[in-house]
């Protein structure tokens, strides 16, 4: 069996390192891969679909699995199932419950799906008179896919009004601000469930914990995510029948009813207040770094899994009842502007976790920085504190210049 992992990141290397001992895989491909899977598989610099596609055609790929919302949204999946290739995602009409912040307000409003009161607006004056009506905070997001930057807290009417100006009128995310969705302000934790979909039912994955702020004490810009725990423990038994309840089952209705059923993941961005989970975003794909946990954890074999889901069967998904915690290694001034290229020191002392690279890339003999997220260190342990305990050891050795992480990784 052949498979193609779309995607480069540390998610991209937590499939990696799941699938690497399946013995009916004979080989990995990976566009465009890093310094994990270059070792585990061959990395294809591909980045086109219809450049992907014909590889897949041409190396008689039996499986693809894809990564990130870029392509996904692009038509990935629909470029391969037209041409016969199998692939775990939705097709970019399902996609656009990622792809456009608008789109899926709608979707959860009009199928009672438990989400902040918002209203969607396409008018800049529209939305410029709609703020000076309202209390603050108060959350404007640009609807497109901006990289994860394109929501924003505003303090107050001035701060909406600017961000409103910068999305709508200067474009400073291009067409993603075309749109924009106002919403409440909600105040709680969040927490990350990731569900398989076989086309009908959806089989949800333990909650996780992503640490978004870039400082300690969840301070500072938002990132693509700085570590993850799982599973939650903030998250209790009540919180997960009120997910099932108000979020997940009227999901699967209004997939059902806009036609919209799929085969591949869905990640539910969850804020639980004390009214309880409300849904903040649909990701149509698996959450980084949440899926480094969710691998470290999963008991089942993953071709099986996708393999049933793409076949519509059931699944019966098992998680191991270790905690596990993963910590991600970033570039000085990540999330903003970051220089690369630096050597990547003291990885052979590393011995308590698993390394998984993000933004590094071999270069000969050496492994350098090539992004934001790094590396990731992932470790199980009977609590948490044995699991941080792990990482963060490992994580003294390991040098780059201007690298950092967060200390506060596990704790809650
Ligand atoms: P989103 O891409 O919609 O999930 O938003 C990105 C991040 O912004 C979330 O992970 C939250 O930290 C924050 N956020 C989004 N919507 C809200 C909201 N209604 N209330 C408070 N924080 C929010
Ligand atoms: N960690 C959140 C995401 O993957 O979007």
Excluded: W
């Amino acid at each position: 069996m052949k498979i193609l992992i779309v995607g480069d990141g540390g998610r991209e290397s937590a499939l990696a390192m799941k699938l690497k001992d399946d013995p009916r895989i004979t080989k990995m491909y990976f566009a465009n891969g890093n310094a994990t899977t270059d070792v585990l598989g061959k990395n294809i610099y591909q980045t086109e679909i219809i450049q992907l596609r014909d590889y897949a055609i041409k190396e008689q790929i039996d499986l693809t699995i894809v990564g990130p919302e870029a392509p996904l949204v692009g038509g990935i999946v629909d470029e391969f199932n037209n041409h016969g290739l199998r692939v775990f995602g939705p097709k970019a009409r399902a996609a656009r419950l990622e792809g456009s912040k608008a789109f899926s307000k709608k979707f959860m409003q009009t199928y009672d799906i438990k989400t902040a009161k918002a209203v969607v607006f396409d008018s800049y004056p529209e939305a410029s008179e709609y703020l000076k009506t309202q209390d603050y905070p108060l959350v404007v997001k640009a609807s497109g896919l901006a990289g994860g930057k394109g929501v924003v807290i505003c303090e107050d009417h001035e701060e909406a009004e600017a961000t409103i100006y910068d999305f709508m009128i200067r474009r400073i995310y291009g067409d993603a601000g075309i749109q924009v969705v106002v919403e409440e302000y909600l105040q709680g934790f969040e927490a990350s469930i990731i569900a398989f979909s076989n086309g009908e039912k959806l089989f949800p994955c333990i909650p996780v914990k992503d640490y978004k702020k870039v400082g300690n004490g969840d301070r500072g810009a938002n990132t693509g995510g700085m570590g993850s725990a799982a599973p939650s423990p903030q998250f209790r038994a009540d919180h997960m029948d009120d997910f099932q309840k108000n979020i997940l089952e009227p999901t699967i209705r209004g997939l059902k009813a806009e036609n919209l059923q799929f085969k591949g993941f869905i990640f539910f961005g969850l804020m639980v207040t004390k009214k309880g989970c409300y849904l903040l975003e649909y990701n149509m794909r698996l959450g980084d770094p949440e899926t480094q946990c969710i691998m470290a954890l999963l008991e089942n074999n993953l071709v099986d899994v996708i393999s049933n889901c793409l076949d519509g069967k059931d699944i019966d998904l098992k998680f191991n009842d270790e905690k596990a915690v993963c910590l991600v290694m970033c570039s000085g001034g990540y999330p903003r502007t970051i220089e690369t290229g630096f050597e990547i020191k003291g990885l052979d002392k590393a011995k308590n976790s698993q390394i998984l690279f993000a933004g590094a890339a071999l270069r000969g003999d050496k492994i350098v920085t090539t992004g934001g997220r790094v590396l990731n260190l992932v470790a199980t342990g009977a609590t948490f504190d044995e699991a941080r305990k792990k990482v963060y050891a490992d994580a003294l050795p390991i040098q780059f210049d201007y690298g950092f992480y967060r200390e506060d990784i596990g704790k809650f």
